[in-house]
């Protein structure tokens, strides 16, 4: 089994079994359905699996593998579970507001912008960023690229249809971020639902990309991939800022999530810590 270094480095007996039953579950998860959750950090892994557990009423890990390879529906709930794709319109507001004030203005002087939201989820990140641009005078020049490796997130990034109870937190982050109309100018609201407004989707593509296996995408000004890290092990993440640097034009930018820490000894020279408290790097050549 590889060592998960998100993981404390002593365990009880308990929990080393756990561990394994752990390791075999998503061992037959990836032999039995090609999902490969090997390389995601085992604590949220863990949660997910107990929470899921209680609603089932199934006591241990060893009893979900056996209910996994004998009942498809089950093992997509969990598989749900392991995407956890919470999220907000202008989450973390403050960075929003660092973005606007000291990375959009240096955008400004480009040509042209390619912009890439790796585990954009159900697409409230990417519809933030392109009202941001539309205010500051950049969406005409900009290709959005929205990515994610759950399909029926993607499916709902697209559609950019929410809960109407959601958009009174979403406004006051929108106003926080720096927000300068108010956020029913870019949605209408139908049936208890927000429709986000067609014409902020006229530069994004959205589709799947999946961060365990696929490679580089083009070359980008701007990257974000915010709240994703923080579910893989080292290895996984190390592979996935492999994948951002190769990715990144000179000097691009490079967005982690409030709680993400992009730079360790292994890959401290490829980046340059941009604004440090909202999480913001700029790439470095050398690697
Ligand atoms: C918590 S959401 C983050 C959404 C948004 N970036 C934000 O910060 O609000 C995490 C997203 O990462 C996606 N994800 C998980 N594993 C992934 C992988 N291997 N490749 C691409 N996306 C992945 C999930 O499907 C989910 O939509």
Known sequence: MEANTEEPTTFSEEEQNENLELWALLEVMYQKYGYDFRNYNYSSIRRQLKRRMETEGIDSISQIQHHVLNNKNLFHKIVTDFYINVTELFRDPAFFNALRNHVIPILKSYPSLKIWHAGCGTGQEVYSMAIMLMEEGLFEKAQIYATDVNMEALKKA??????????????????????????????TVNYG??????????????????????SSMGEMNLIFCRNVLIYFNNNLKQRAIRVFWESLCHKGFFCAGANERLLGEENQNMFDVYDDKNKIYRKREAA
């Not at 986000?196 to 696929?214: G, P, Q």
């Open 158 to 187: 697209q559609e950019g249809i929410y809960p109407v109870e959601l958009i009174k937190e979403d406004s006051h982050n929108y106003l926080e971020a720096g927000g300068l109309e108010t956020l029913t100018k870019y949605c």
């Open 193 to 214: 639902n927000v429709i986000m407004n067609a014409e902020l989707r006229k530069h994004i593509s959205f589709f799947d990309h999946n961060l365990v296996t696929d």
